[in-house]
């Protein structure tokens, strides 16, 4: 039987008092990344939004890696999880700053780092910043709105087609300004972060 690889890389041993709380290199981060089971950790810590334990998360992860649920797994499957998490992974992770792991007590949450390796796996940002689509009803609702005053409906006849059109391009101009804002805050959020990766 081969025995389990503890030993840490030297860009994660280095890891100071002050790079944990500052930042970490992008070397330190993409070393935590390339391991699935150490994102699925992070996935799995982000899903619950605070402490786990270790046997809990291992159960999880190893679900997901056999494509079964929770209740279907065998103790072998449970194991060999939870021996790699403990040995390895989460203390890589810890030693980083990306988690807070209490070994004894086998207990594990997301630390002050922990957003530096996440904004490396948000993929679906376009999914949530779906600028278009409200680009795209109001387009909908403003051709609607002056097509109802060209051809007289009730309650619209009485409002001039120049004060529609106008309602209309205040109503872009609001959501291009929303949209700006939106952007600026979120382009902020992203060079904090970066900042804080050498």
Do not use: C
Not at 70 to 84: F, G, I, M, T
């Amino acid at each position: 039987m081969s025995s389990v690889d503890t030993s840490l890389p030297e860009e994660i041993t280095s890891v100071t008092d002050k790079e944990r709380s500052d930042g970490l290199s992008k070397d330190v981060i993409f070393e935590l990344l390339k391991n699935r089971r150490r994102r699925e950790v992070l996935q799995y810590l982000l899903d619950t939004d605070g402490t786990v334990t270790l046997g809990e998360l291992a159960e999880q992860i190893a679900a997901w890696e056999n494509d079964t649920t929770v209740a279907a797994l065998n103790s072998d499957q449970r194991k060999r999880v939870y021996v790699a998490l403990y040995q390895t992974h989460l203390p890589k992770m810890d030693d980083a700053g990306i988690i807070d792991y209490d070994q004894d007590r086998g207990l594990i949450e997301l630390a002050d780092n922990a957003d530096l390796l996440v904004m490396y796996l948000e993929t679906d940002t376009h999914q949530r910043d779906r600028w278009d689509r409200w680009y795209g009803l109001l387009s909908l609702a403003g051709i609607a709105l002056l097509a109802a005053g060209y051809i007289g409906v009730p309650g619209i006849e009485s409002v001039s087609m120049s004060a529609l059109a106008t309602l209309v391009i205040l109503s872009f101009a609001v959501l291009t300004a929303v949209h700006v804002l939106v952007n600026r805050r979120f382009q902020q959020a992203v060079d904090g972060k970066l900042s804080r990766i050498e």
